[in-house]
C-alpha cells in the first residue's frame, strides 16, 4: 500500500511541471541611454558633470574635445557645454541673413 501510494505521488511529482504556468520574462531592470551608447560606439567616453542646474552628460575624445551627448546623438553635431552645462554655440550671435 505504502509503495503505491510512493508510485503515485512520484509519478504527480514528475508530471506536475509539464502543467506548470511559463513564467513571463523579466523585463530590464535599465535601459542603455541611447546617447551614451552613441558616444562610446564614436570612441568616446561617457562623463557626467554636475551644475548648479543639476547633471548633464558630456561625450569625451581622444583628442580632448567634449560634446553634448544628446545634440551628438540627435544631430551628428559636436556642440561643446559650457561650465552650467548649457550649449556655447546656442548663444552665439544671430544667423547670418541671406
Known amino acids: 500500500m ?6 503515485r505521488l512520484a509519478w504527480i511529482a514528475g508530471i506536475a511541471p509539464a502543467f506548470a504556468q511559463p513564467q513571463p520574462a523579466a523585463p ?8 551614451s551608447v552613441h558616444c562610446e560606439k564614436l570612441g568616446g567616453k561617457v562623463a557626467i558633470h554636475d551644475s548648479a542646474h543639476g547633471q548633464y552628460g558630456v561625450c569625451v575624445f581622444k583628442d580632448g574635445r567634449e560634446c553634448d551627448e544628446w545634440v551628438l546623438y ?9 561650465a552650467r552645462g548649457w550649449p556655447i554655440a546656442a548663444r552665439s550671435a544671430k544667423p547670418a541673413s541671406k
Request: proline residues 9%; contains cysteine; glycine residues 4%.
Open 2 to 7: 505504502f509503495a503505491r501510494s510512493l508510485r
Open 28 to 35: 530590464d531592470a535599465a535601459h542603455a541611454n541611447p546617447a
Open 74 to 82: 540627435r544631430d551628428g553635431r559636436c556642440v561643446p557645454l559650457d
